[in-house]
């Protein structure tokens, strides 16, 4: 998807959606299916283009891999709000 800086952007997708989301993700069942769900994958997708988004635009003309270690660039992450799921993705229960 990014050739570049892919290992940021999966990084702070990885935080960003355990940062969201926490225990309300069934890890159980990610688990015991050894995979995740194509709703998931499509909506991990789209968030990884607004963490991509996030990263380039608050850089500031830094170099993104140097820019991503900095605490700075994690509290710019916890500000986004990643956008509303377009279906039920049955990894992530509304109540626990």
Do not use: P
């Amino acid at each position: 998807m990014f050739q570049a800086f892919q290992g940021n952007v999966t990084i702070y997708l990885v935080s960003l959606v355990a940062y969201t989301y926490g225990s309300r993700i069934d890890l159980d069942r990610i688990w015991d299916q050894q995979d995740i769900s194509e709703e998931f994958k499509s909506q991990l997708r789209k968030w990884a283009v607004q963490v991509h988004k996030t990263l380039t635009d608050s850089s500031g003309g830094r170099m993104i891999s140097e820019w991503a270690k900095k605490r700075e660039c994690w509290e710019a992450m916890q500000a986004v709000l990643l956008s509303q799921a377009d279906g039920t993705i049955s990894e992530i229960v509304t109540t626990r």
